[in-house]
């Protein structure tokens, strides 16, 4: 069984459909047992890759361009490990939040989705299937077939909130999430028309500066920044993620816009490289700019915990797309390439424990409002503790795995002379600041009298404290991710870690 | 000037006039037929990639990629309208509210 | 759908913006159109394709019919996770809210003598010219999703004109029916690789029956799947484990 690349897409998918015909406590052993199954075969996967470089695998015999390739480098291994270990932990909080939630008629807050709740957990492997696919996958067509799955696995999760707000927001977000595909589908359809292959590789060779190949570059990363939602085309974004139920909302901000992020990274870096000119890449470092000072202005503003945490995603992708003017086949673009990519996975952790801790404490308290957040310091301690860790990774503080991604973006600015990247990683730090305290200082006034207030499964305080730690602690292990990340890497030479203090 | 190129004109052209449908109406149910404009305009310059001649068999690949493309579309319509209906009957409205408020 | 309020959504609700957005919009898609019309007269005009390389290996693929291999062979992989975004598209319409409002059967008023007659003559027609449609996929425009496409009409029809009751999809062996294509389609994409092959190797021999094994499977689900998304969840208790829910209750 040398072929470990294709169970952590097979498994999940497997699990999905025996779990909708299993009971609901066989359905349990088989989540269990799937997910041990995709934990075993990533490490092997990992073992492969760490020992032999990039891994391939020939679907079906068939050679591309005629059939379709998995293709596993470090970076696809990274993805992998942050969607598995992430979505893992987002599964037992799940566990908890949907006994809690069933256990009760349903609040105003939370919606009634006692009723369908039994579905998040098909939904939630078809997405991680999806996820898995799309990390691995290495032909343009499948490449969308996994965007359809993983846009329609996200809209029919946020509506399990079932509410008004939620319906309307898992309708925007389904809108923005077919645009988006049908934008890079047209792109695809004029590479074929030029190049003749769907193979990422071999389109790699095949691409010229020819109109129809900025075309499709131009669509499909259009398309890609939708999905993505950089500012400004985000506004599908916070309503999405805030008003979906607690796991969905860490399962959306923390994974699924890493998909579209990491598909577009494959896309400049691997495909398109030879034909874009660097002024592309300094557009969407603007954007990424804007992106952090516009989500970190309405982070301050929001009177919603879900909401505040929402905008914060807006931006903190930004700095996901600091990358694209600084990263390049110098010292300090190998340097930057590391970092963008270590952001991903540092804000996959923390966005998922403050979204898993803001759910904790709406389901404790039946709301979110910023302003009532009093006393929760007490009466959720541990929760309170993840929001602020995970918090001091979004700041970029050390040590924390934010941190690393932050000094490696700024080396890489300031050794490339363009320092004012580097000022605004700085000032998106402060305005992190801002919003994380806003919260605490609520949470840590002195509890009222008279709040109402129901116990919540310790399982869900848990969860979110693990992800919080591993976000604050992955500043300290950060060598073998940033190791790994260099297999198959399009800069090699100069890891990016002698940078590291 | 051949049959090709006009099934890539007509293609492009069907992905504009669905696009310019989805930004310009409100209404819900039209945003998710102009999708369904926008993808078979897709479909139509895929189509046209697989001639290649008039003597020659066409390239089957585009084929099988819109029959797959087709299924996926089916998929999200039916998903788009069933999700529609609720908003219909939870709100009294079938367009989004920023839409209606403008 | 006579009566049901959802049934009549206006199509002229809300106004599109204003005068100056809509000069603005209308602008845009004049440009989009020039700027793809441009890219697209300047593809190249023989498109250079993978025609060469489907036909090369056709004879090893177990159909005739180019564009089944591809699907169900060369490109499987797609078509596996096409099915998955099929049943997605279900799960996804059983996560929403139950809809209370359509319960009365669809078509009921209008059910007469003439169109059950009509319905009656038709509905084993279209079984057959289904289960044509699947075999004729391995030499001639065809397949599982066509015949799949024509059992769900028949399905509607026959419900439509209430000659029948609606399947109930809570129950285990009609869920198994739902799921029976996707899990076969897996089962033999994972299977194959117990002998050491890749994934969705088949044996080069068996090949053809591998292919219309699947699609003989995937044609009962896809018929399934159709239906419910006709229904867009309507008209039956959906819920995800009610019949394991009643079974465990009895015992």
């Known amino acids: 069984m040398n072929a470990w690349i294709v169970w952590p897409v097979v498994v999940p998918l497997a699990a999905a459909t025996l779990s909708v015909l299993a009971g609901q406590r066989m359905a349990r052993v088989i989540i269990g047992s799937a997910t041990v199954a995709i934990v075993g075969a990533l490490a092997g996967l990992t073992l492969q890759v760490w020992q032999n470089g990039p891994q391939r695998h020939v679907i079906g015999g068939w050679e591309p361009p005629l059939g379709i390739q998995l293709y596993a480098d470090g970076l696809s291994v990274v993805m992998l490990w942050m969607s598995t270990v992430v979505g893992a932990l987002i599964g037992v909080y799940a566990l908890g939040y949907f006994a809690h ?17 039994e579905l998040f957990w098909p939904l939630w492997l078809f997405l991680w299937a999806a996820l898995h696919a799309l990390f691995l996958s290495a032909d343009i067509f499948n490449l969308y077939v996994t965007l359809e799955l993983l846009g329609l696995a996200g809209v029919a999760l946020v509506n399990l909130a079932g509410g008004q707000l939620a319906l309307v927001a898992g309708m925007r977000y389904l809108l923005a999430s077919l645009l988006g595909s049908l934008a890079y589908f047209l792109g695809v359809a004029f590479l074929y028309a030029t190049c003749g292959v769907l193979d990422v590789r071999m389109l790699s060779t095949r691409v010229s500066a020819h109109p129809a190949v900025w075309l499709a570059i131009a669509v499909m990363t259009l398309g890609l920044l939708l999905k993505t939602a950089l500012f400004p085309l985000h506004f599908w974004l916070p309503p999405a993620h805030a008003n979906a139920p607690a796991p969905v909302s860490a399962l959306l901000s923390a994974l699924v816009v890493k998909a579209s992020f990491y598909l577009l990274l494959r896309l400049w870096f691997q495909v398109f490289s030879v ?96 302003h009532e957040l009093a006393g929760m310091g007490q009466r959720l301690p541990l929760s309170m503790f993840a929001f602020a860790l995970a918090g001091v990774s979004l700041m970029g503080l050390p040590p924390s795995g934010g941190f690393v991604a932050k000094w490696l973006l700024l080396d890489a600015a300031l050794a490339s002379g363009q320092w004012w990247w580097g000022a605004v990683l700085i000032v998106g730090g402060l305005l992190a600041a801002g919003y994380v305290f806003l919260v605490l200082r609520q949470a840590f006034a002195p ?30 292990m950060a060598i073998p991710p940033l190791t790994l990340l260099q297999i198959g890497a399009p800069f090699v030479g100069g890891l990016g870690t002698e940078a590291l203090p | 000037m051949n049959a090709a190129v006009l099934y890539t004109l007509m293609g492009v052209g069907l992905f504009s006039i669905g696009l310019h449908g989805f930004l310009a109406q409100p209404h819900l149910l039209r945003k998710v037929l102009a999708l369904n404009i926008m993808g078979s305009g897709v479909f139509a310059v895929l189509m046209a990639t697989a001639w290649r001649g008039p003597q020659l068999p066409p390239d089957p690949v585009p084929h099988a990629l819109v029959l797959t493309g087709i299924v996926v579309a089916v998929s999200a319509t039916a998903f788009a309208l069933a999700l529609l209906r609720r908003i219909h009957t939870a709100t009294g409205r079938a367009s989004l509210p920023e839409d209606t408020a403008a | 759908m006579q009566g049901h309020p959802a049934a009549n959504i206006p199509l002229s609700e809300g106004q599109p913006g204003g005068c100056s957005v809509r000069r603005l919009l209308a602008l845009f898609s004049w440009a989009l159109v020039l700027v793809l019309a441009w890219a697209a007269l300047s593809l190249p005009s023989h498109s250079p394709g993978l025609v060469d390389f489907v036909h090369a290996e056709l004879e090893h693929s177990g159909v005739v019919n180019p564009v089944t291999a591809v699907l169900l062979n060369f490109r499987s992989y797609d078509t596996l996770l096409e099915v998955g975004v099929l049943l997605l598209a279900v799960f996804g319409v059983w996560a929403l809210p139950r809809e209370r409002v359509w319960g009365a059967p669809l078509g009921a008023p209008v059910a007469g003598p003439v169109l059950h007659t009509f319905v009656r003559l038709l509905a084993p027609l279209m079984i057959v010219v289904g289960g044509y449609l699947l075999w ?27 000659l029948a009751p609606l399947p109930r999809f809570s129950r285990w062996d009609m869920r198994m029916a739902l799921l029976l294509g996707f899990a076969t389609f897996l ?62 209750a009895k015992q």
């Open chain 1, 275 to 370: 034909v874009l000119p660097p002024v592309a890449g300094q557009v969407l470092g603007i954007l990424g700019v804007l992106a952090i000072l516009w989500g970190s202005v309405l982070a301050l503003r929001q009177q919603r915990l879900k909401l505040l945490v929402a905008y914060s995603t807006v931006a903190q992708i930004g700095y996901l797309f600091v990358l694209f003017p600084l990263a390049g086949g110098t010292a300090w673009g190998a340097a930057a390439w590391s970092g963008g990519t270590f952001h991903a996975l540092a804000h996959a952790c923390a966005k998922a424990a403050m979204f898993m801790a803001a759910g904790t404490m709406m389901a404790a308290l039946g709301h979110d409002h910023l």
């Open chain 3, 187 to 248: 089962a033999v994409a994972g299977g194959v690789m117990v002998g050491g092959g890749r994934l969705l190797e088949y044996p080069r021999l068996w090949a053809g029956s591998v292919i219309l094994l699947i699609e003989t499977a995937l044609t009962v689900s896809i018929a399934c799947i159709l239906i419910l998304l006709f229904l867009g969840g309507v008209g039956e208790k959906r819920r995800a484990t009610e019949g394991v829910r009643e079974r465990e």
């Open chain 3, 136 to 162: 004729i996929g391995a030499y001639a425009p065809g397949g599982a999703f066509q015949g799949g496409a024509v059992l769900a009409a028949m399905g509607v029809l026959v419900w439509l004109s209430d």
């Open chain 1, 447 to 476: 509890l009222p009298a008279d709040v109402r207030y129901r116990p919540v499964p310790r399982v869900m305080e848990l969860a979110a404290l693990s992800l919080a730690l591993l976000a604050f602690l992955l500043g300290l």
């Open chain 1, 101 to 117: 939630d069933s256990g009760t008629t349903g609040t105003a807050a939370t919606g009634e989705h006692g009723d369908n709740s």
